[in-house]
């Protein structure tokens, strides 16, 4: 068995707090949290009170945390995407090892700099690729290497990011405004980037991409409607009125028993009818999404070259019902499709298809895979585990592990497409990126 891992959160938003914070309850012998700081109080209040924090150890910042001796042994940094480098270095350089959130950041030279901070300090650092982590794509992975379908020669990839994620999180929320956080196609997408580069076992060599903001501007707004959805007298017939998501929807809102993501971002103490109501009022999530100050697309499509030759399409899109990821690779001997829908198990499935006589087909029972499905397919929990896990000695590093040198190429790609489509399609080489 290995030793308990002490840990200090840097950011106690969605991700800090109730999904890597909460890894905590599931393996008390694994990781104790020691330390905490963000820049609400009530935030900080709230995680002193769940995990047992003392005062002292209750910062109202990253950097007044930082200004500290080493806290812990492991800091979770799990503040804004601009924030990561410039907490992530002084952290490595006081013996911080580090789970990061991803994007590392949307600066390149950021990028590099950290990687050369961390190899001087010799401290391990994994970004938060969960999806490598999930038994859905660890069992596609596994298919894949032992040659199930024969070569790879074109993967088709699909991110359907759900009408009402793009609108809580690129619209009203947090990462609406690439300016101050990061290009939609690395801050959602980078997961996408990592995943199928890693499953096909591929590099790029390079590529190009189209995308836009269609829907969620000032010109596309219906005719009557007000700046904030409580206010709005054409909020009957809109699929984005901010009362139906978070409060009267069966699926995701309060009134349909959820309490979690993404109500719980609108309200610091947990929610209830009266406090949601109060925030949509006031607060960023009530607005009207054509009239936000937002600028990342709400779709793209990228086009990718591998240097064996092959090739890879990705299609990131905003307008679907569901929140899930669909791909097909195509090899010399079957195709393997992949749907992982992050809701509804039952829709997830894994279908292998031979190239025989018989076109024999195989559908993989995804529900054998694992007990716990929860937090990005059973993603999130298994990361943090398999880190902690790593730094007691209980085991080995695995090569699923997303460690910051194997991160920085889904990091080339999409801000090389991110370059590529403001620059209305322009082949990129990712060599100008690597070097």
Known sequence: MGRCITVAIAGLG??????YAQAQKQFPKKMKIVAVADINPEKVAAAAKEFQIPEEACFSSAEEMLEQDKLAEVMFIATQDRQHVGHAIPALRKGYHLLLEKPISPLLDECRELVKVAKECD??????HVLRYTPIYRAVKAYLDYGEIGDIVSVMAVENVGWFHQAHSFVRGNWANADETSPMILQKCCHDMDLYLWLAGKKCDSLTSYGDTYLFKKEKAPEGCAERCTDCKVKDTCPFDAEEIYINSELIGYKGGNCEWP???LVTEPPTEENLREALRTGRYGRCVYHCDNNVVDHQVVNLNMTDGTTMSFTMC????????YAKFMGTKGELIVNMDSNVLEDNEITIRKFDSELTETRIDVSSLADDFSGHGGG?????????DVLSGEKEESPYMTSLEASMESHYCALAAEKSRVNGGLPIKLDDYRN
């Open 14 to 19: 969605s991700r800090g707090k109730d999904v």
């Open 123 to 128: 401290r391990k650092v994994v970004v938060c």
């Open 263 to 265: 109500v719980n971002v």
């Open 318 to 325: 905003g307008f679907s019902a569901r929140i899930a990821r």
């Open 380 to 388: 999130d929990v298994k990361m943090v585990e398999e880190f902690l």
